[in-house]
Each structure stands twice: as structure tokens, then as C-alpha cells.
């Protein structure tokens, strides 16, 4: 069973930074980041294959970065000039062949 450890979530103002990371405990094809508020349809946010091909969302472009580390099974996502429509759960996804993985989600909150 593949696990998905995610970090990094939390609280900050609007014009300010956070990093969320999210460990595998094996090789997955590509991984990424969706998020999810109260009443609305997960969507989303970032997404980068072991080759590196990239895709974001237009909201997110110009402000945050996603960045993978095979070595570690590990991908980065940096959120720059963070915004309180941000606000959501944010959760980790990867996936190997068919099958598709989540991590459990991690609360990003952006004060105004």
C-alpha cells in the first residue's frame, strides 16, 4: 500500500509564503497537489511527472512552484504571495500506473 506523507501547511498572512512537501514510500509516476474547500470540487493545483513535465492551474501561475525530488519520492509545492482565496485543504496526490493515491490533506489558511 502506498503511503503519502504530507507537511507543511498552516497559517499565514496574505503576501506571504509557505511550502508544502509530500513523501511516497515508493516511485510513483507523477504527483501533484489538489486542493478543496467546504461545499466545492476538489481541484487542481500543481502537478509534475517523473520526467518533469509540469501543468498548474491559471490561478496558481507566476505564484507558486511545484518541484520533485525522485531520489526521495518527494515533491515540493512553494507557494509565494499566497492570497486568502488560497484557503483550502490541500491535498497530496500521486499516481503509478492505474491506480491513484491521497494523502490525508494538509490545512493552508491565508489571512487577509
Known amino acids: 500500500q502506498v503511503q503519502l506523507a504530507e507537511s507543511g501547511g498552516g497559517l499565514v498572512q496574505a503576501g506571504g509564503s509557505l511550502r508544502l512537501s509530500c513523501a511516497a514510500s515508493e516511485i510513483m509516476f507523477s504527483m501533484g497537489w489538489y486542493r478543496q474547500v467546504p461545499g466545492k470540487q476538489r481541484e487542481l493545483v500543481a502537478r509534475?511527472?517523473?520526467?518533469?513535465?509540469?501543468n498548474y492551474a491559471d490561478s496558481v501561475k507566476g505564484r507558486f512552484t511545484i518541484s520533485r525530488d525522485n531520489a526521495k519520492n518527494t515533491v515540493y509545492l512553494q507557494m509565494n504571495s499566497l492570497k486568502p482565496e488560497d484557503t483550502a485543504v490541500y491535498y497530496c496526490n500521486a499516481l503509478k500506473g492505474l491506480d491513484m493515491y491521497w494523502g490525508q490533506g494538509t490545512q493552508v489558511t491565508v489571512s487577509s
Open positions: 509534475i511527472t517523473s520526467s518533469g513535465y509540469i
